[in-house]
């Protein structure tokens, strides 16, 4: 085997014609529907910054760091829940709808927020959390006392406790229940989650519709759309004499067309932890329903690849997840706040998982998941989590990045279920990585070992050009230049092992094509880009200068350090002529 690479000149690698081929398009050009190459990143407000020195990151300090996350190139921010709240689940248990906790700030400092978040380009998408309330929220309170109340029906009750009433808990282990007696109703209120989360009925249309006033209202305050939090529960059958839920999928259409006529580029990301077969029925037939949804089956799939080495199963996921109406996007992620959940593994694959990056029990969460940071499950190990990050920017979807993971942020192990991934941003070597000025951060800073903030900063990583936060910086720059992902086709190559995944994108006769090395031992692939020879004659590296040129019959040969990962655009006979690299009689040789 040879290995061909020679030096080309420094040509621009931008995409040649990003308008060519409109026929193919439909009438969508490159500028409209901007989640479909959007790079997402998540953070909550209350562990990012805190700026008036109480120990709770605050809508203040974040603005301060907006130029940091516009300067990381990030196009979207999606805050975690920052409504009223009693904050027993994060802020996913909301009091008032309607109000930003004071902790974090006013009202008036969330529009500053979305203010300069618009100038600055950057779009802002919230949680919406409506599947359940807090027990503290008054439309609970005044449900509980008295039965007569409009707001009874807006919650699910029943008399007896149901049979059944203690399977289907999102949290087993720590939840017993999902009916839980409450002394005042004299009756069983209904909660997926924790039992001070009780379930809205979501069926009444009076429900309905404070869900449609909700999302207007936080719209006309500057939001570009919603991540909807557990939307199988939500348009799920709930009571007492439901046994299996079915879905309401109508709802899912009139929550969009609802924010359609409000704001006509405002989406919808869905947290749904579903099977493919029903992947459709979210996004619906005509596009009409879900604009985005995050896809599990991927993100399982492709930690079990990290884990094995082998990308086989999550082809087979990618293939799974394929079709989808040409409006709709996924939403593509490595760690996010919560577990990694592990459940739709065979129990042989999370298995694997679990022995690969997090053999102990205290790594593990709710009999499924994982509750680390991707750092520390990758061990830190630099070139792992860049071959993990590629992975992410280059599968199909649009990519979302965890606060922190830009810095390879780790975890403390000694706070409880989901909190120890959730600790305050490390931004430089000051008393708690200058997170906060109180000796009280609402979540404790990582202060020792190797993830402490001494070693893992954003001032210093800032210095650095072979920091992790730079790399990032770096490879999000080049996903914005590779538009093809978001937009185009994917066909999975043969390499002829299972270690490592090439994909090519085409899309309006542009191609592009990733190649990733799972494995920690070097390997020596041959293959083809699926192009017509003279078509694919030549791949163009986007990161480095090792380009490579098919041999006569259209195959290339890479030898790939372990871990390794290469992102190209394909160029052929045309490339090579603008080039001069060849006469124009070679060419007309080479296409005869
Ligand atoms: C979703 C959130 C999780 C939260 C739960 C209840 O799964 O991601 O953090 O605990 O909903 O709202
Ligand atoms: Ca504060």
Same mark, same amino acid.
Request: proline fraction near 6%; charged fraction near 25%; include cysteine.
């Given at each position: 085997m040879h290995s061909q690479s020679s030096?080309?000149?420094?040509?621009?690698?931008?995409?040649?014609?990003?308008?060519? &081929?409109?026929?193919?398009?439909?009438?969508?050009?490159?500028?409209?529907?901007?989640?479909?190459?959007?790079?997402?990143?998540?953070?909550?407000?209350?562990?990012?910054?805190?700026?008036?020195?109480?120990?709770?990151?605050?809508?203040?300090?974040?603005?301060?760091?907006?130029?940091?996350?516009?300067?990381?190139?990030?196009?979207?921010?999606?805050?975690?829940? /920052?409504?009223?709240?009693?904050?027993?689940? &994060?802020?996913?248990?909301?009091?008032?709808?309607?109000?930003?906790?004071?902790?974090?700030? *006013?009202?008036?400092? /969330?529009?500053?927020?979305?203010?300069?978040?618009?100038?600055?380009?950057?779009?802002?998408? *919230?949680?919406?959390?409506?599947?359940?309330?807090? $027990?503290?929220?008054?439309?609970?309170?005044?449900?509980?006392?008295?039965?007569?109340?409009?707001?009874? &029906?807006?919650?699910?009750?029943?008399?007896?406790?149901?049979?059944?009433?203690?399977?289907?808990?999102?949290?087993?282990?720590?939840?017993?229940?999902?009916?839980?007696?409450?002394?005042?109703?004299?009756?069983?209120?209904? =909660?997926?989650?924790?039992?001070?989360?009780?379930?809205? $009925?979501?069926?009444?249309?009076?429900?309905?519709?404070?869900?449609?006033?909700?999302?207007?209202?936080?719209?006309?305050?500057?939001?570009?759309?919603?991540?909807?939090?557990?939307?199988? /529960?939500?348009?799920?059958?709930?009571?007492?004499?439901?046994?299996?839920?079915?879905?309401?999928?109508?709802?899912?259409?009139?929550?969009?067309?609802?924010?359609?006529?409000?704001?006509?580029?405002?989406?919808?990301?869905?947290?749904?932890?579903?099977?493919?077969?029903?992947?459709?029925?979210?996004?619906?037939?005509?596009?009409?329903?879900? =604009?985005?949804? /995050?896809?599990?089956?991927?993100? +399982? =799939?492709?930690?079990?690849?990290?884990?094995?080495a082998?990308?086989?199963?999550?082809?087979?996921?990618? =293939?799974?997840?394929?079709?989808?109406?040409? *409006?709709?996007?996924?939403?593509?992620?490595?760690?996010?706040?919560?577990?990694?959940?592990?459940?739709?593994?065979?129990? +042989? +694959?999370?298995?694997?998982?679990? &022995?690969?990056?997090?053999?102990?029990?205290?790594?593990?969460?709710?009999?499924?998941?994982?509750?680390?940071?991707?750092?520390?499950?990758?061990?830190?190990?630099?070139?792992?989590?860049?071959?993990?990050?590629?992975?992410?920017?280059?599968?199909?979807?649009?990519?979302?990045?965890?606060?922190?993971?830009?810095?390879?942020?780790?975890?403390?192990?000694?706070?409880?279920?989901?909190?120890?991934?959730?600790?305050?941003?490390?931004?430089?070597?000051?008393?708690?990585?200058?997170?906060?000025?109180?000796?009280?951060?609402?979540?404790?800073?990582?202060?020792?070992?190797?993830?402490?903030?001494?070693?893992?900063?954003?001032?210093? +990583?800032?210095?650095?050009?072979?920091?992790?936060?730079?790399?990032?910086?770096?490879?999000?720059?080049?996903?914005?230049?590779?538009?093809?992902?978001?937009?185009?086709?994917? *066909?999975?190559l043969d390499t002829g092992t299972r270690a490592v995944l090439a994909?090519?994108?085409?899309?309006?006769?542009?191609?592009?094509l990733f190649v990733h090395n799972l494995d920690a031992a070097p390997r020596e692939v041959a293959f083809s880009t699926g192009?017509?020879s003279?078509?694919g004659s030549l791949l163009?590296n986007?990161?480095a200068d090792d380009h490579s040129r098919a041999d006569a019959r259209g195959r290339h040969y890479l030898l790939l350090e372990g871990y390794a990962y290469r992102?190209y655009?394909?160029?052929?006979?045309?490339?090579?002529?603008?080039?001069?690299?060849?006469?124009?009689?070679?060419?007309?040789?080479?296409?005869?």
């Open positions: 030096a080309l000149p420094a040509v621009d690698l931008l995409l040649p014609h990003p308008l060519a &081929d409109l026929t193919r398009g439909k009438y969508a050009v490159i500028n409209d529907l901007w989640y479909k190459n959007a790079v997402i990143y998540c953070l909550s407000v209350g562990t990012f910054m805190d700026a008036n020195a109480d120990g709770i990151g605050d809508f203040q300090g974040l603005m301060r760091r907006l130029d940091y996350l516009q300067g990381l190139g990030v196009t979207a921010v999606w805050l975690m829940p /920052f409504q009223q709240s009693p904050c027993k689940d &994060d802020g996913y248990d909301i009091s008032d709808y309607y109000a930003v906790d004071p902790r974090y700030g *006013t009202l008036g400092d /969330f529009v500053e927020f979305t203010h300069a978040c618009k100038q600055r380009g950057v779009r802002v998408i *919230t949680d919406l959390v409506v599947n359940h309330t807090s $027990n503290e929220h008054p439309w609970f309170q005044e449900a509980r006392r008295d039965p007569a109340s409009r707001y009874r &029906d807006w919650y699910i009750w029943s008399k007896k406790k149901p049979p059944g009433a203690n399977e289907g808990m999102v949290f087993p282990g720590v939840q017993k229940t999902t009916w839980t007696y409450d002394r005042e109703a004299r009756a069983y209120y209904f =909660h997926r989650f924790y039992d001070f989360q009780p379930d809205l $009925n979501t069926s009444n249309p009076h429900v309905q519709a404070e869900i449609l006033k909700i999302m207007g209202f936080w719209i006309q305050l500057g939001v570009s759309g919603f991540r909807m939090d557990a939307v199988p /529960f939500i348009i799920g059958t709930k009571g007492a004499a439901v046994r299996k839920p079915a879905e309401q999928y109508d709802m899912l259409r009139m929550f969009r067309e609802f924010l359609q006529w409000r704001l006509g580029d405002s989406i919808i990301l869905g947290e749904a932890n579903v099977l493919p077969k029903t992947d459709m029925e979210y996004f619906g037939d005509d596009g009409d329903r879900m =604009h985005m949804m /995050f896809n599990f089956q991927v993100n +399982q =799939h492709l930690f079990y690849a990290l884990a094995a082998d990308c086989r199963p999550l082809t087979k996921a990618l =293939h799974a997840t394929k079709p989808r109406p040409s *409006t709709a996007q996924w939403g593509l992620f490595l760690r996010n706040h919560d577990e990694l959940d592990l459940g739709r593994l065979s129990a +042989q +694959q999370r298995q694997s998982v679990f &022995d690969a990056f997090g053999p102990d029990k205290n790594m593990q969460l709710y009999e499924r998941g994982i509750r680390r940071r991707l750092a520390p499950m990758l061990a830190g190990d630099r070139r792992r989590m860049e071959l993990a990050y590629s992975l992410m920017f280059t599968l199909p979807g649009t990519p979302v990045v965890r606060y922190g993971d830009e810095l390879g942020m780790g975890d403390d192990l000694r706070l409880p279920e989901r909190n120890c991934a959730r600790t305050p941003m490390q931004w430089s070597t000051e008393p708690h990585a200058g997170f906060t000025k109180s000796d009280k951060p609402i979540l404790p800073v990582i202060d020792e070992g190797p993830y402490g903030f001494q070693h893992v900063n954003a001032a210093e +990583q800032r210095r650095d050009p072979e920091s992790m936060l730079n790399w990032t910086e770096r490879i999000i720059r080049m996903r914005k230049e590779v538009p093809e992902i978001g937009w185009g086709d994917f *066909t999975v994909m090519r994108y085409d899309w309006r006769n542009n191609s592009v192009l017509r003279e078509n163009v986007l990161l992102w655009r394909v160029g052929g006979l045309d490339y090579l002529l603008k080039r001069s690299e060849i006469s124009v009689e070679q060419a007309i040789k080479r296409r005869e």
